[in-house]
Every structure is written in C-alpha cells, then in structure tokens.
C-alpha cells in the first residue's frame, strides 16, 4: 500500500522498550564524555561565528594605504616574500601578541589586464621556514569572473608570533602586482 510505512505494531521497531533503552544508554554515554575540554571548541565555534573583524592594510585609519603583491617569472612563483603595507606596518606584527585567522581576500587592483594569477599565502618565522596555507586564483581583465573578486579563505590561524609570507606567478607577465586587502580576526 502506497504512503503507509509499518501498519502492523510489531514491525515498528521504534516504540519498543529495548530501542528506548539503547538509546538511552547512548545518550548517557554522550553526555558522560562531554568535557570542558569539548566546551572549548563550543567558544571556537561561536569566534568564527560571531567577531570583530578588521583590515589588512589598516584602510579605517588611512584610506591610502595600500599592499602590493609582485609576482616571480612568467608561469613561475617568486619569492617568498613578507606581506607588508605601503606603510610601515607588516601583517607579522599584528600577529606579536595573538593568533590571527584570515577569512578574506579581495583583489583590489592588478597591473596586468587579461591574465591569470596564482597566489599561495604561508605563514613562518622566516622566508626559508614557510608553512603553506594554501594558493588563491583569480584573472583580471577580460579573464575576470566577477567585478568584485573577494575570496572567503579556510585558511589555518596564522600563529602568534609568525609573519605571514606570500608568493605569486602569472601565466605570462614578469613582475605583475596585485593589490589586496585582507580580512582578519584576532584569536585571543
């Protein structure tokens, strides 16, 4: 019979003493293992939630402020080099004191029109100890998917205490920029 599941009570299954007993054992045994230690990750949860967010360069105290990023040889990523701002301030030292968790990556502005660009973010206490968090595409010009290219990154925290490095490369151009803002939050 069509839309009619179970009609006969012995094959239901699910009212019986022995299912409610299992299950309340399980529950019990969940509860039991719950620990501070897991209520911790409660207080995780709700930071990446729900926090206060800020810039990369700092645009809310200086709208000129700007971060340029240069790519290696064509098709080739560069250097690792230190995410600084047209200031004097490096992503690095705002990681002094805490753990920051980049959530965001906007393309602001790039030199080159109509070309693809690759740029892999790590994080390290110096250039030649550089754990990769993972690369970001993008094009620009004609190549572009949308006029507003922003990113939201799943990014590891960037310690406290460590710089934050990048490289980039482009299918066909030899030092082309890019400039970016990050979004971030403070991991306390």
Request: charged residues 15%; glycine residues 8%; hydrophobic residues 40%.
């Amino acid at each position: 019979m069509l839309g009619v599941w179970n009609q006969n009570p012995s094959e239901r299954g699910t009212d019986s003493a022995a299912v409610a007993s299992s299950y309340t054992a399980a529950l019990a045994t969940a509860l039991a293992n719950y620990t501070a230690i897991r209520a911790g990750y409660i207080d995780d949860l709700s930071l990446e939630a729900s926090h206060r967010s800020f810039l990369f360069p700092d645009l809310s105290s200086n709208i000129d402020l700007t971060c340029t990023l240069t790519s290696g040889a064509i098709d080739t990523f560069g250097t690792w080099a230190e995410v600084t701002d047209s200031g004097p301030t490096t992503f690095g030292s705002l990681c002094a004191a805490a753990a920051l968790h980049i959530t965001a990556l906007r393309i602001k502005s790039t030199s080159v029109a109509d070309v693809l660009y690759v740029i892999e973010l790590g994080y390290g206490p110096n250039d030649g100890d550089v754990t990769v968090t993972g690369p970001h595409d993008f094009g620009s010009g004609t190549k572009k998917i949308d006029s507003d290219e922003q990113v939201r990154l799943r990014m590891p925290h960037v310690p406290a205490g460590s710089k934050l490095w990048y490289r980039m490369k482009t299918e066909n151009n030899l030092n082309a920029t890019a400039t970016i803002v990050l979004r971030y939050h403070a991991h306390a």
